[in-house]
């Protein structure tokens, strides 16, 4: 949900100049970017949880989180590929150096749980958090201020709620979160 949370604060709140989107293809591209990051992840969970290859949908364990993880990762990666290179997007650079972060930041998700447990939900949010901030100081966007503020209660939110059901310690969600702000900040300022 976060990925479309951040492509829609970024194709409707900052200023159509910096996207070569038509404003009447803006709810359609978001529409297909929450098929694909969204949609398509969420029923292959659900397939793992009903054919008993998950025994819950909460994905607990090490173990349980490895395999939704990387095919998330490739999910990600094929929406970068097709957002800077495919065709019928008329290459929008921009949205896939986004999702090429976050597609990185999932990755280094994937590859922390294979040796220990980091929060997958605070590493999301904190890149929502770094995409924001990155085009906020690239672009010197007043727009994205608000969205920001919000985006770091949240994420607040997110961390506090995380450990209040024992889903991680401290050090996993504040790990988490430092790994996706760091990451989608520094992927969106130097290739923005």
Same mark, same amino acid.
Not at 33 to 55: D, E
Not at 71 to 95: A, C, E, H, K, Q
Not at 152 to 169: E, N, P, V, W
């Given at each position: 949900?976060?990925?479309?949370?951040?492509?829609?604060?970024?194709?409707?709140?900052?200023?159509?100049? #910096?996207?070569?989107?038509?404003?009447?293809?803006?709810? /359609?591209?978001?529409?297909?970017? $929450?098929?694909? @990051?969204?949609?398509?992840?969420?029923?292959?969970?659900?397939?793992?949880? @009903? @054919?008993?290859?998950? /025994?819950?949908?909460?994905?607990?364990? %090490?173990?349980?989180?490895?395999?939704?993880? =990387?095919?998330?990762?490739?999910?990600? $990666?094929?929406?970068?590929?097709?957002? *800077?290179? *495919?065709?019928?997007?008329? %290459?929008?650079?921009?949205? $896939?150096?986004?999702? *090429?972060?976050?597609? =990185? +930041?999932? !990755?280094?998700?994937?590859?922390?749980?294979?040796?220990?447990?980091?929060? !997958?939900?605070?590493?999301?949010?904190?890149?929502?958090?770094?995409?924001?901030?990155?085009?906020? =100081? /690239?672009?010197?966007?007043? +727009?994205?201020?608000?969205?920001?503020?919000?985006?770091?209660?949240?994420?607040?939110? =997110?961390?506090?709620?995380?450990?209040?059901? /024992? !889903?991680? @310690?401290?050090?996993?969600?504040?790990? *988490?979160?430092?790994?996706? #702000?760091?990451?989608?900040?520094?992927?969106?300022?130097?290739?923005?």
């Amino acid at each position: 949900m976060l990925p479309t949370l951040a492509f829609g604060l970024i194709l409707f709140i900052t200023p159509i100049g #910096l996207l070569p989107v038509p404003e009447k293809y803006s709810l /359609k591209l978001l529409l297909v970017i $929450s098929m694909l @990051t969204l949609l398509m992840p969420l029923c292959l969970i659900l397939i793992f949880y @009903t @054919t008993g290859i998950f /025994k819950s949908l909460t994905m607990e364990g %090490r173990e349980e989180r490895l395999m939704p993880f =990387l095919l998330i990762t490739i999910f990600y $990666s094929g929406v970068t590929y097709l957002l *800077g290179f *495919g065709n019928g997007f008329d %290459r929008l650079p921009i949205l $896939s150096i986004v999702v *090429g972060g976050i597609a =990185l +930041s999932i !990755a280094l998700v994937t590859l922390i749980t294979y040796f220990w447990k980091i929060s !997958a939900h605070s590493t999301g949010m904190g890149g929502v958090l770094g995409v924001l901030i990155a085009i906020y =100081l /690239k672009y010197a966007e007043l +727009s994205l201020f608000t969205p920001i503020l919000v985006s770091f209660i949240l994420l607040g939110m =997110l961390m506090s709620a995380r450990l209040y059901l /024992k !889903a991680h @310690t401290p050090v996993q969600v504040w790990l *988490g979160s430092l790994l996706g #702000l760091v990451i989608n900040f520094g992927v969106n300022i130097v290739l923005l």
